[in-house]
């Protein structure tokens, strides 16, 4: 089984709206994080937003943000205020912490394509 | 400033030879990674290290290597390049443990080798 799962392969979105993308998880794990990546049309990795499995508060990062639902196991990155820029691939990933992992495992990514 | 670099950024080669995909960070992280990434895949771990001489391999580890010699290097080889590992490779590089006045750690990407073997 996937333990990351990104059921939107693509998204489009208006220049001003705010977009949700969905990321699911799975893991017996009770101590996690979570990550969203960026990865625009030139290929670099960019780290977008961290949200550990015992933050009591969604994780925030100007207009980023997490809708964290732990006991739905989901993660959705929510862009506020879309920018032409924010078109790229977003890709979610989790680390768990059992056994001194440092390995986050990525999800399959979801296309975002912000129209004008 | 700190970064991680790759080189080369693009390579083409031919089935059969051994290739060398360089990878160094100074940022003086301790762990460092190798991915490759192909379209409907994600990122699929290769190899990784959690210090020098330390390496580890990752879900698709097969038809690659690396070593660590030192804390800024973790050079990828392909010892005999098929057609199937054409792809773009990443590399990252994250610390041991979050910075001050954080409790995660995030990893640090470079910028991608583009192989393609023929």
């Known amino acids: 089984a996937q333990k990351i799962t990104q059921t939107q392969p693509g998204m489009f979105v208006q220049e001003k709206e705010a977009v949700t993308l969905d990321c699911t998880y799975d893991?017996?794990?009770?101590?996690?994080?979570l990550f969203w990546y960026k990865q625009p049309s030139s290929g670099e990795m960019i780290f977008l937003i961290y949200?550990?499995?015992?933050?009591?508060q969604n994780a925030t990062e100007g207009r980023y943000s997490l809708n964290f639902q732990k006991a739905r196991k989901s993660a959705n990155l929510v862009i506020s205020a879309s920018q032409l820029g924010d078109s790229a691939m977003y890709f979610c990933?989790?680390?768990?912490?059992?056994?001194?992992?440092?390995?986050?495992?990525f999800g399959r990514g979801t296309s975002l394509i912000v129209h004008p | 400033d700190a970064e991680i670099t790759q080189s080369p950024r693009h390579k083409i080669t031919e089935t059969g030879r051994q290739v060398t995909l360089a990878c160094h960070q100074t940022?003086?992280?301790?762990?460092m990674f190798w991915y490759r990434q192909d379209l409907g895949h994600g990122l699929r771990l290769i190899h990784y290290?959690?210090?020098?001489?330390?390496?580890n391999k990752g879900e698709v580890s097969d038809g690659y290597s690396v070593s660590r010699s030192n804390t800024e290097d973790l050079p990828l080889t392909l010892e005999s390049a098929a057609s199937s590992q054409t792809s773009v490779y990443f590399c990252?590089?994250?610390?041991?443990?979050?910075?001050?006045?954080?409790?995660?750690?995030?990893?640090?990407f470079g910028p991608g080798t583009r192989l393609t073997v023929l």
């Open positions: 940022w003086n992280h301790n762990n």
């Open positions: 990933a989790m680390r768990e912490a059992s056994g001194g992992s440092y390995i986050p495992t």
């Open positions: 949200q550990g499995s015992y933050d009591q």
């Open positions: 990252a590089s994250s610390a041991s443990h979050g910075l001050a006045g954080r409790s995660y750690n995030e990893q640090f």
């Open positions: 290290s959690y210090g020098v001489h330390d390496t």
């Open positions: 893991t017996s794990d009770p101590s996690y994080g």
